[in-house]
């Protein structure tokens, strides 16, 4: 069977197509619309119908910000938010004709890491993203684990300081709030003045200006994944997003996290992933 898979990100919408080796058919790129739901539904059709004319039998599965209720079957926790309250997998189920299976980004992320990245030949898997939001999952032997109402892996938004920074989730002191790309960026306004991006400040670092910003960074990066591995233990943490390309998470990160872990040995490695980018479109091929 042919498996299709669909990035429903932010600013782009992918599709890919895979034969029975997990081998590339076809692959697509295009702008995903802006505040409209009924064009993100159109978008989407459309792309699966161009690309299943010559294909008689094959899955269908959705990478998309958020996660669906269990309770309700709507979308919930998106960033995304013209699809909060929406049946997004009945209106394309309907629209396409076509059973679906739809997962969150970061689900989608670790499910393709470890059946075809750097968590391959790990048992439990802790995927990261960390990128405009910070968001997580969890499989077990290349299974995804949801949780009982799918949110399993959702650490961005447990707290890592009491009555700290306000979020969007309505708490406060979210590890979110500290460590995503846009909550670092304003920190290092508040701190130094200057108003730039994550790879700006990355690339021209100055120590001298940006010691307190950068010390803090790792603090609470080391702080919010040692509670993982305290919770989880698991075999492999890959992180993702792009602030999985800063090369100090895997050192001074990782000796940030392990120096706060509860245990007297820490073995759990700390990797960057192998299909970048194409993470999210992959795990939803993927999806069963």
Known sequence: MYKIGI???????????????????ERKRVP????????????????VLDASQNISDFSLGICCPGAISKQTGLIKNSNTQCLIGKSLKKDLENKLQKKISIENDANCFTLSESKMGAGMGFGLVFGVILGTGVGGGITINSILHCGRTNIAGEWGHHTLHQNGNSCYCGK??????????PSLEKRWNQLTGLTQSMPEIISNFDYTI????KDEFLDNFGSGLANVIDILDPDAIILGGGLSNID???????????????????????LKNKLGDSSGVFGAALLD
Do not use: A, R
């Open 7 to 25: 990035d429903l990100g932010g600013t782009k919408t992918e599709i890919i197509v895979l034969d029975e080796n997990l081998d590339v058919l």
């Open 32 to 47: 995903t619309p802006q505040h409209s739901y009924d064009e993100i539904i159109d978008t989407i059709s459309t792309l």
């Open 172 to 181: 406060y002191g979210c590890v979110e709030t500290y460590i995503s790309g």
């Open 210 to 213: 940006g010691k307190i910003w």
């Open 248 to 270: 100090f998470l895997y050192t001074e990160g990782k000796e940030s996290i392990y120096s706060k872990v509860f245990s007297d040995i820490v073995e759990t490695p700390i």
